[in-house]
C-alpha cells in the first residue's frame, strides 16, 4: 500500500520513450553537427579530437582538403565543438546514432577547395581558409596595401615562408661582417 501511496503521489518516473520522443535536457552532448559552408578547413577540430574521430587531409590526387568524421568513434567530448572558430561542428541533440547494415554510414564527408603557394604551387591549404584571414584583415582597419601585402603573405605556404626567412638571416649575418 506504501508503494501504491508513493506511486499515486510522485507520479511516473520513467518515460515511454522509444513509443513517444525523448526531450533531452539543456547542454547535452549529442552528436556533432557539421555545417559545411561554415567550415573552412583550419583543421582544429581534427587537431583537437582525442580518440580520431575527426580527420583533415589534403588530397592531392583530388585537388582537396577532405574533412571526415567517424560517428563510430566519437565519445561526445565536445572538444571540436570548443576549437572551432566559425560554429561549423557544433554537439547537437540527437543520440540515435545507430546505423542498420553499413558502418560506412556513420562517416560523414566534406571537401574543400585547395589554395596553392604564390611562390611554389604546392597546395597547402584551402581557399576559404585564406577568405576568412582576409575577412578578418579588412576588421582590423588596415590600410589596402597592408592588406594585400598580408594576403600575399598568407598564400605562401610554410616551406616557402621558411626558406625566405632562411635568406633573411643569411642578409642579415652578411650586414654584420
Ligand atoms: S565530440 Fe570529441 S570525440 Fe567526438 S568528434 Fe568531437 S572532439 Fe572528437
Ligand atoms: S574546426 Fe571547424 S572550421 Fe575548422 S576544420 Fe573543423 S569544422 Fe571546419
Same mark, same amino acid.
Do not use: D, E, P, Q
Given at each position: 500500500m506504501k508503494l501504491l501511496d508513493m506511486t499515486l503521489k510522485y507520479g511516473n518516473a520513467t518515460h515511454d520513450y522509444p513509443f513517444s520522443p525523448y526531450a533531452v535536457p539543456e547542454g547535452f552532448r549529442g552528436k556533432p553537427e557539421y555545417e559545411y559552408d561554415l567550415c573552412?578547413? !583550419?583543421?582544429a577540430c581534427a587537431v583537437a579530437c582525442p580518440s580520431n574521430a575527426m580527420n583533415v587531409e589534403l588530397n592531392e590526387a583530388k585537388d582537396k582538403l577532405v574533412w571526415e568524421f567517424d560517428c563510430g568513434r566519437?565519445?561526445?567530448?565536445g572538444r571540436c565543438d570548443e576549437v572551432c572558430p566559425t560554429g561549423a561542428i557544433r554537439l547537437g541533440q540527437n543520440f540515435e546514432t545507430a546505423v542498420r547494415f553499413n558502418k560506412e554510414d556513420l562517416i560523414e564527408t566534406g571537401e574543400l577547395e585547395l589554395e596553392h603557394c604564390l *611562390? !611554389?604551387? *604546392?597546395?597547402? $591549404? $584551402?581557399k576559404k581558409l585564406i577568405a576568412y584571414c582576409v575577412q578578418n584583415f579588412l576588421k582590423v582597419g588596415w590600410t589596402q596595401e597592408v592588406i594585400d601585402e598580408k594576403t600575399k603573405y598568407i598564400q605562401t605556404c610554410p616551406e616557402c615562408k621558411k626558406h625566405d626567412a632562411a635568406g633573411l638571416i643569411t642578409d642579415y649575418k652578411g650586414a654584420r661582417r
Open positions: 573552412i578547413g !583550419c583543421t566519437c565519445i561526445y567530448c *611562390k !611554389c604551387n *604546392k597546395a597547402f $591549404t $584551402t
